[in-house]
């Protein structure tokens, strides 16, 4: 980023910023956010759970499509040989039964694609949020797959086609899915292992971690607010990672030529690299310090004029060949440069 | 009134015209530059905007259409410019990794979509050279001067990233 | 022997003089590989000189008509153009504008964050990595070469200060919007987003703190930057949210979370 210019800025040492400079206040949006007193959320119902099954086969054929979208409660989809979808789903309320048929289980059957959902009768999320569906579902292994929750963690094992898992609050998690393109929840952990994909993965959580092993991909992004990202075993052409409040860490191999992102605030950024051919780094860190243990050539090339040379804490080096660029930043954490 | 005449007038009709007309070409060349369709979208708009913004010096002297893509082209080059490594580098470095045994005759044509994939996975550097020389049909010469390098450079640029993608296209990476 | 792979390159695309042509000619005559290599290359130019024009997503055109009238409603010049700007539609990159003893291009905060208060207004998604300062043009300040130092400090203060501003807009526009819905969200949800609000403050606090202490840190003036823009972010995720929520659109809610973080979002 081409900042303002050394000169002009150290004036600001004298303290000449306006008294009224403050963070900006987001008190406004938080009273907002606090929620309003809903009834469902009052006298919660203590009484023994009541249950519901819902059980449907639906034929589909070796790769078709399907999505799967809940409000409240987990979705465990595996994927299986044959060439149906079987659904089974428990409906459970701690309130009186007659709640439970609230809610409708919906299963859309098209050519080629099956979509199922929760539909709450009043429409409103807030009223009937006592009562929540669980789904385990098996699909054609070959099947490409779309999985909503809004309060319920997401489970995906074993399907081979498009994956994609979503989820306000809970933790969504893939194993043996080789195509996840997208894994994202606000408030849980995202945990991925086993991926192959020609394409791009975007994995991210507000508050939580998003953990990766065992991954190849075309490029790769991964955010979150408050947690760590940590990926091993793997290697990709593209990264951007961002965390404000958590750390990054890369086991794996860099492409030639490939170009990699990180942008953190209070964590350490650490790459573990197995024999890379080269890359072009520029670090920078407010308060942390940069290290390495591959033999780094210091000075970029012509740079616009901002070559101050190497310091601690910024710097723009070269190892090997150069080809891969590597971007990283981070406040108040370390960055650290390792090799496998 | 002519178009762009309207448009600086402010009619944002006209400017709708315009970019009716133009945004498809300038998105192409944007979307193969900056090597991904995402980057490529935000690029647009920003060209788009700046055009908006700059066509009071706008003198007639060429086509609009002539206009708009010196835009876009120079502030594609701005963008990967700001972005990768330096060419120089690379080209010490033509990689032996392309060889490998031929085998059958190739049998059917490339098809586009593959040929656009390939040509996004290009490593920087050896992409634009090959964008501007063999898609937009810019000689060595003229590459040389929108890149900052040397013809050589050029030259071994886009011969690097033909034969990146005669190696992506026969499924190797 | 073989000929080079370049010059069976330059052969592919007609760039070698007759006599070489004919020379070549002559071993792929014999030679199964570089008769390969020579398809293989053509082939490529072939197919590149055959690619399609792609068309543009459908919602550009209505993020730069909302772009643009926002950038009317601000009340910025609407078709401006400098020295430089002729320089470079001439295509010529030597024209480039660069700093000079008279004139110093100040990419400043205050940019940056009209920038990305502009993009997310429209859309726009930020791409960390980028220059934050390319979205829009730069607004150019000059100082002289007799600029003093209080007057410089003095350029800056109003830079900081405009950023802020930008930002505060933004989310002041965000709280209307919020507002306007009555939040809908449940309180786990809404606690855990008011949680992270609050880790990007801290954030914030702790840039603003570095900055003040060196002014001269890019590592902390970037970060400070950042932080707003993920602040930015989040708070405009968070108004989607409770809008998909409100209108009981629970599966719409879900989908939004595709939208959260995003990158560059």
């Known amino acids: ?340 | 009134m002519d178009l762009v005449a309207r448009v600086r007038a402010g009619d944002l009709d006209a400017f709708e015209s315009l970019y009716r007309e133009h945004a498809a070409r300038l998105y192409t060349l944007a979307c193969r530059m900056a090597g991904s369709p995402e980057d490529g979208e935000d690029l647009l708009q920003e060209i788009f905007l700046q055009a908006y913004r700059k066509l009071g010096s706008f003198k007639g002297d060429s086509s609009i259409g002539t206009w708009l893509y010196r835009l876009a082209l120079n502030h594609c080059l701005d963008y990967v410019r700001s972005r990768r490594a330096k060419m120089n580098k690379l080209t010490e470095t033509l990689d032996a990794d392309n060889s490998f045994e031929p085998t059958a005759r190739r049998e059917s044509p490339i098809a586009r979509m593959d040929l656009e994939r390939a040509v996004e996975r290009l490593p920087e550097g050896c992409r634009e050279a090959f964008v501007l020389h063999d898609v937009e049909g810019f000689d060595h010469k003229e590459v040389a001067d929108l890149l900052g390098i040397a013809e050589g450079t050029s030259k071994s640029q886009v011969f690097k990233a033909r034969m990146k993608l005669r190696g992506f296209l026969r499924g190797q990476r | 022997m073989h000929p080079t792979e370049e010059a069976l390159n330059a052969y592919a695309d007609g760039s070698l003089t007759a006599g070489e042509a004919a020379e070549i000619e002559l071993h792929l005559g014999a030679c199964v590989s570089c008769r390969q290599l020579v398809d293989d290359l053509r082939e490529i130019l072939r197919a590149t000189s055959d690619l399609d024009l792609r068309e543009p997503p459908v919602r550009v055109w209505p993020r730069l008509e909302r772009a643009i009238h926002l950038e009317r409603q601000d009340g910025a010049p609407r078709t401006q153009s400098t020295d430089a700007d002729d320089a470079r539609s001439k295509g010529s990159p030597a024209a480039r504008p660069t700093a000079t003893r008279s004139r110093v291009v100040f990419a400043g905060l205050a940019a940056a964050a009209a920038a990305v208060v502009l993009a997310t207004a429209v859309g726009i998604r930020y791409l960390p990595g980028r220059h934050g300062d390319t979205v829009g043009s730069r607004p150019p300040i000059e100082t002289g070469a007799q600029a003093s130092a209080t007057g410089a400090a003095e350029a800056v203060e109003s830079e900081l200060r405009q950023a802020e501003t930008h930002y505060e807009n933004a989310i002041k526009g965000l709280e209307q919007i919020a507002n306007a819905e009555q939040g809908a969200l449940d309180p786990r949800t809404a606690a855990t987003l008011q949680k992270n609000l609050a880790v990007i403050d801290q954030a914030i606090s702790e840039s603003r703190a570095a900055l003040r202490s060196q002014p001269a840190s890019e590592p902390a003036q970037a970060s400070l930057i950042e932080n707003f823009k993920t602040k930015i972010a989040l708070l405009q995720d968070t108004v989607a949210l409770i809008n998909e929520m409100r209108k009981g659109n629970e599966a719409g809610a879900a989908r939004i979370v595709s939208g959260l973080k995003e990158k560059g979002n």
């Open chain 1, 1 to 340: 980023m081409r900042l303002t210019p050394v000169v002009v800025l150290a004036a600001l040492a004298a303290g000449t910023l306006p008294a009224g400079a403050q963070d900006v206040p987001h008190r406004h949006v938080v009273r907002v956010l606090r929620a309003e007193r809903m009834g469902a959320y009052q006298g919660r119902d203590r009484g023994p759970e009541q249950t519901d099954r819902f059980s449907r086969k639906v034929k589909l054929g070796r790769d078709g499509r399907v999505s799967i979208g809940n409000v409240s409660g987990d979705i465990t989809v595996t994927g299986g040989s044959g060439d149906e979808v079987s659904i089974e789903a428990v409906k459970r309320t701690r309130g009186d039964q007659s709640q439970l048929a609230n809610v409708r289980i919906v299963v859309d059957d098209r050519p080629g694609r099956v979509d199922v959902r929760t539909e709450y009768d009043s429409g409103r999320f807030t009223r009937n949020n006592n009562v929540s569906v669980d789904f385990t579902v098996t699909v054609p292994n070959g099947a490409s797959v779309e999985v909503k929750s809004v309060s319920g963690s997401v489970k995906v094992t074993g399907v081979r086609g498009a994956v994609r898992g979503e989820t306000v609050s809970g933790d969504v998690t893939t194993s043996d899915t080789p195509r996840v393109e997208a894994a994202k929840s606000v408030s849980g952990d995202v945990t991925l292992s086993g991926i192959q994909n020609d394409g791009d993965l975007s994995a991210s959580s507000v508050s939580g971690n998003v953990r990766a092993r065992g991954v190849k991909a075309h490029a790769l992004d991964l955010g979150s607010v408050s947690g760590d990202l940590a990926v091993s075993d793997v290697t990709c052409d593209r990264l951007n990672a961002k965390s404000v409040s958590g750390g990054f860490e890369y086991s794996g191999s860099i492409a030639r030529g490939g170009v990699y992102d990180v942008n953190l605030h209070s964590g350490t950024v650490r790459f573990v690299l197995a024999n890379p051919t080269g890359f072009e780094l520029t670090a920078n860190t407010f308060s942390g310090s940069i290290r390495s243990d591959l033999p780094l050539t210091i000075g970029g090339t012509s740079g616009a004029g901002r070559q101050r040379g190497a310091n601690n804490r910024s710097m723009r080096a070269t190892f090997g060949d150069g080809s891969a660029t590597l971007t990283v930043r981070t406040f108040s954490g370390d960055i650290v440069i390792a090799k496998r």
